[in-house]
């Protein structure tokens, strides 16, 4: 059973840290890459940082340095730890896995979808 249960959201301090947490079934987190994304309001879609089944981590170049993307296989989970924080990392953070293994930046390319976690970041 496909399934992504994303959990860690909530709001932040500019220069503080959040981990989202995303939850997922053994089937799910077998794919060849698992990835955050996040979306603000009025914005696209983007991708914030990917893992594939080499442990190869792209980041797009906005959150590079600041946030970390990890998996643990032992429970299934896959991990975002956020730090050094601004208010343009606010939005809707989802986790998302499919079977292309570069990870790729565009949401059609996943086909499994958490629900999402809101996160807030303020001054």
């Known amino acids: 059973q496909a399934q992504l249960v994303e959990s860690g959201g909530g709001s932040a301090q500019v220069g503080g840290s959040l981990r989202l947490s995303c939850a997922a079934s053994?089937?799910?987190?077998?794919?060849?890459?698992m990835a955050w994304f996040r979306q603000a309001p009025g914005k696209e879609r983007e991708r914030v940082a990917g893992?594939?089944?080499?442990?190869?981590?792209p980041y797009t170049d906005s959150v590079m340095g600041r946030f970390t993307i990890s998996k643990q296989a032992s429970n299934y989970t896959l991990y975002l730890q956020m730090d050094s924080l601004k208010p343009e990392d606010s939005g809707m953070y989802y986790c998302?896995?499919?079977?292309?293994?570069?990870?790729?930046?565009?949401?059609?390319?996943?086909?499994?979808w958490g629900q999402g976690t809101q996160v807030t970041v303020s001054s």
């Open positions: 998302a896995a499919g079977s292309d293994w570069y990870c790729p930046d565009t949401p059609g390319q996943y086909n499994i």
């Open positions: 053994a089937y799910t987190f077998s794919l060849d890459c």
């Open positions: 893992i594939n089944s080499a442990d190869l981590t």
